[in-house]
């Protein structure tokens, strides 16, 4: 029989030495010798606090902040009200340099765990870690919990008690405009409404947008009255199918704003390219922070094809054949058309394909350009009959078991896969012997379990950037490029 967790509520003197990758501070015993550690809520490096312990594990414990005995010179004001009760900031009251130091150490420590190196030299000397400008008010989506008509905001830490909130600090201006535009619209005046939503997902990209996720279906009635929302588009989901109210009144609305506003378009730009979107589907929600990615993307592969050059004693270097797995709308393959001679994309989401497929119309000037750039001899691979850049709407690991099964080859793989990673992928990966796998990932632990298995496969790691897309919580992206090292040793 499975005992239950001690719960005691017992006071002890801590000293928080570090944090730990969930957010939480980790506590150790000043007054007596214990190798035992407590996960301490909303703590800071440096302080010195009598801890509460809610909770008691053999090794281990979690607990909160009574009172103050010496606080971090790294502890700072927090600006939100809701912070030591909503789950979403992690960070408001530690100082950025702080953050960023911690994120880089976490990191480092578990790749070194994991028996991983980059180019035998120690994670911590090798790994850069790209801060971010804006560390408040960067977000462009975001979505908000549901509770009854009690309450609109977001989950308690831990726990899905919804903290009905009014403001956060972590979303763009125009986000907190569409939240109180929100909470006036069903706290106020439509309350019925409200008790069928459970999920609310606000978009700021040109035109804002809400998708309103139901329990139970609206009426006829109801959707007239929806429709008088005060936001420029405006969709429902039930029961997986989303239908977009088309109400005359709505689509008049965002005409309004386009003569008002000329900067409204059908599509948003990022780092010169034109891509469509639609609020169902997925976006990084740090513009500036993905920019600084795909740009350390270009410039990998820009002195990746000049080293290529040299080493091959040509004047120029293509990859052959590329793939971009989990591509989404194409937020990385498009930039890697000057790099490939061929391009496909692969995605399990029918919405992301045929956003991806408009991207391609959308830049097609541009596409044809660098494909006349493409130099004659690469041109001449039988593959060059299909489509320069193309997408297929398939879940990836059917189609890397069918490409395994043909004998398929790509010089270049890229790979943006979801939290899990792709355990049982990077076998299937290996057998297309890419010559470069480049890894962005949105979680530590199942990036490196990941890694191990590539490098079990012959690939080294190159090099690893940390990106901080997301400023005040304990999540970063991890970039990871990796050279199989039986091609680069042949040539």
Known sequence: MKKDNKKNDAAAILEIVGLAYNGYGVGKYQDKCSDKITFVDHACPGDIAEVIIYEEHKRYGFGKINKMVYPSSSRVEPVCRYFTICGGCNYLNISYETEVYWKKKIFADNFAKAGLYINNNKPYETIDVIKSEDVLHYRQKISLKVYSDEAVGLFKRNSHYVVDVDYCYLASGRINTM??????????????????????????VEAQSAILQLKDEFSGKEKKILSNLD??????????????????????????IREIREDIKDYFTLSGIKFAYESFSFIQVNKKQNENLINLIINYLADYQTKRCGILNKDDFLFDKALDLFCGYGNLTFFALPFVSQMTGVESNIYSVELANKNIILNNDLIERIERCIPDRYKKHSYKKQPFISFIN???????????????SYDLIMIDPPRAGIKGLVGYIADLSPELVIYLSCDHMTLLRDL???IQEGYF?????????????????SLVFLKNEKIINST
Not at 232 to 255: A, D, G, L, M, W
Not at 394 to 408: G, H
């Open 179 to 204: 939240i109180e535009t929100i909470r006036n619209f069903f706290l106020k005046n439509n309350k019925s409404l409200l008790k069928k939503i459970k999920l609310i997902i606000l978009t700021d």
């Open 231 to 256: 936001i420029n588009k405006i969709y429902i989901e039930f029961n997986e199918k989303k239908e977009k109210i088309e109400k005359k009144r709505n689509i008049q609305e965002i005409r309004q």
């Open 394 to 408: 398939e879940d990836v690991e059917k189609f890397l078991i069918n490409a395994a099964k043909n004998n398929s």
């Open 452 to 454: 191990k298995e590539f």
């Open 461 to 477: 790691i190159d090099d690893i950037k940390l990106i901080d897309m997301f400023p005040r919580t304990y999540h970063t992206e």
